[in-house]
T-cell receptor, first 110, second 113 residues
């Protein structure tokens, strides 16, 4: 079974701080996605990266796909309370399926 | 707006009961998925379907079965519920390959007592 390990598992920071979440695997993925899940809801897609080394920005969020397409990172600049949630990476090893990471639960304190 | 709807937000069932979790999507998506979500384990794939009447086992299919008689509906069946199946269950759909967005329902929190 392919695994995606995320770190850290939990993160509690003050508003305005920066943070980075990591998603690592020993397997190669054709693409990698990041989702955010808020309490009582299903995950919602933030971004998809498909090319090794690709960097995508979504306002204060920066996503990077590793050169070897085995890992990814999510960096948040000047975190806001609205960034609070569970962040999940998901890799597509081929067609149809998504393999989800273990999740990072972020809490941003005002 | 795209929508994946799960029939129940909360369910409480007794050990040994047969449990049906229903999921409907209105996007004409080919692929549908059932995941369970447990703290520290992320989302684990139970079953997925890439076409009507087609199904494939995911990583943790034991104790579960699925049914997809119509394109828009994907049902998860717990043949004989057990306490270790207490979990959050999430249904998702996507248009085709793994590079595309998965749309999720709001989840069903199942408690087996």
């Amino acid at each position: 079974t392919q695994l995606l390990e995320q770190s850290p598992q939990f993160l509690s920071i003050q508003e305005g701080e920066n943070l980075t979440v990591y998603c690592n695997s020993s397997s190669v993925f054709s693409s990698l996605q990041w989702y955010r899940q808020e309490p009582g809801e299903g995950p919602v897609l933030l971004v998809t990266v498909v090319t090794g080394g690709e960097v995508k920005k979504l306002k204060r969020l920066t996503f990077q796909f590793g050169d070897a397409r085995k890992d990814s990172s999510l960096h948040i600049t000047a975190a806001q309370p609205g960034d609070t949630g569970l962040y999940l990476c998901a890799g597509a090893p081929g067609t149809y399926k998504y393999i989800f990471g273990t999740g990072t639960r972020l809490k941003v304190l005002a | 707006d795209v929508k994946v709807t799960q029939s129940s937000r909360y369910l409480v069932k007794r050990t040994g009961e047969k449990v049906f979790l229903e999921c409907v999507q209105d996007m004409d998506h080919e692929n549908m998925f059932w995941y369970r979500q447990d703290p520290g384990l992320g989302l684990r794939l139970i079953y997925f379907s890439y076409d009507v009447k087609m199904k494939e086992k995911g990583d943790i299919p034991e104790g579960y079965s699925v049914s997809r008689e119509k394109k828009e509906r994907f049902s998860l069946i717990l043949e004989s519920a057990s306490t270790n199946q207490t979990s959050m269950y999430l249904c998702a759909s996507s248009i085709s390959t793994g590079n595309t967005e998965a749309f999720f329902g709001q989840g069903t929190r199942l408690t087996v007592v």
